[in-house]
C-alpha cells in the first residue's frame, strides 16, 4: 500500500497540530531541511515528494496529469496517516496545490502558505515545450540551468539540483503537464481559510507581482515579500521563512497572549514586556505560545483546576515570589480565599508543613492587599 502514497517524512509530536509542506517542482522534500525541524517544535510536520522525485514513485500519476491529481494524492496521505484538517504550505508546484485544496477541498485545510507560487504559471506553452523536451532528452541539460532558475547568484544548495537531475524524466513531465494545465485565477475569490503569500523578491520564474495577485484575490490574504531570495526561497533564506510561517501558523503566541493577561492581568503582563530585551525574547515567547498558548488553552482542565494544580507545584518547589503572582491569578479564576487556603492545607501534607507555612505567609500577605485596594 506505501507505494501508492506519495514519499514523505514526518517530524514533530503526532499529538501536534498537523502541518504539511509541498515541495517545488525537480526537488525532494529535502527543500524544506532548514525549516521543517524548527516548524516541528509546535507542529505535526509531513512533507513530502512529488511523484517521481526523492522516494516517490513515478507512476503515481502519468502524460496529462493535473495539480487535481497531485492534491488528491495529499489528501490521500493525509488519510493514511490519519490526518483530517491541516494547515498546508507549498513552493511552486506545492503551492499550486494548496490554492487547489483551499479552493476544492477548504473542509480539510486550517490555513495555507503559498510560496514563490502563482494562480497559474505563464499560460501553457512554455510547460508543453519542457515536458516534450524532458521526455525527448532527460533532465541533464535542464538540471544544469536550475542554479538560474532557483536560486540568487553565488548560491546553490547541491544536494537540491542533484534531485532535479535524477528526478524520473516522465514523472517530471507529468508534473510539466499539470503546470501547463493549471489556472485558478476565477476561484481565488471562493477561497476562505487563512491565506499567506510569500514571495522571493528576486525570483524569476514567479515574482511578487504573481504573489500580489493571489493576494488581492484571497479575502484576507497577506503578503510578504522576502529580499535577497529566489525561487526556492525556504532553502535560500530559511531564517525569513520560517518568521513568516510561524506567524502566519502559530496562532498559539497571539491566543497564549490573550490568556496570559486574562490570568495574570494586564498590569503585570505589560511590566513582563517592558523588562523584555534581545537576551530575553525568545524566553518570553516561548512562555506565550508554550505554558499559555498551548496549556492554559487545554480544555481537558478548567481554569480553576489549572490555578489549584500551579499553586501546589509552586509551594512544593519553594517559588513564592511566583506563587504570590499565582495567588492573585487563582482569584481571577474564581477560587475564593478559602478554596485557596484549602489548597494550601493539602501541600502541608504533601509537600511539609514548613513550606506550607510559608506559602500561607505570602496568600496572606496577597490576599490582604486584595482587601486593602477593594478587589
Known sequence: MTDRLLNHRAEGPTTAPPLLLGPSLGTSYALWDKVAPELSVTHRVVRWDLPGH????????????SVA??????????????????????????????????????????????????AHFNGSKPWEERAETVRREGLAALAATANARWFTP?????????????AEPEAYAACCDALAAFDIRERLSSITVPTLLIAGREDPATPPAHLREIADAVPG????????????????????????????FDGYAQRGMEVRRQVLGDEHV?????????????????????????IWTDPTLARRERSMITLTALVAQGHYDELAMHVRAARRNGLTPEEIGAVL????????VPAANSAFAVAQRVLAEEDKSGG
Open 54 to 65: 526523492g522516494g516517490s514513485a513515478a507512476d503515481l500519476i502519468g502524460p496529462g496529469a
Open 69 to 118: 491529481d497531485l492534491a488528491g494524492l495529499v489528501l490521500a496521505l493525509a488519510d493514511s496517516l490519519g490526518i483530517d484538517r491541516f494547515a498546508y504550505a507549498g513552493v511552486s508546484l506545492g503551492g499550486a496545490v494548496g490554492l487547489h485544496l483551499a479552493a476544492h477541498h477548504p473542509e480539510r485545510l486550517e490555513s495555507l502558505a503559498v510560496i514563490c507560487s502563482s
Open 154 to 166: 553565488g548560491f546553490t544548495v547541491p544536494e537540491l539540483v542533484e534531485d532535479h537531475r535524477t
Open 221 to 248: 490574504a497577506s503578503l510578504t515579500e522576502i529580499a535577497g531570495a529566489s525561487h526556492l526561497a525556504p532553502a535560500e533564506r530559511p531564517e525569513a521563512v520560517l518568521a513568516a510561517l510561524r506567524g502566519h
Open 270 to 294: 505589560d511590566r513582563a514586556q517592558a523588562r523584555q530585551t534581545p537576551f530575553t525574547a525568545r524566553f518570553q515567547d516561548f512562555i506565550s505560545r508554550y505554558a499559555w498558548g498551548e
Open 345 to 352: 492545607l493539602q501541600t502541608a501534607v504533601y509537600c511539609g
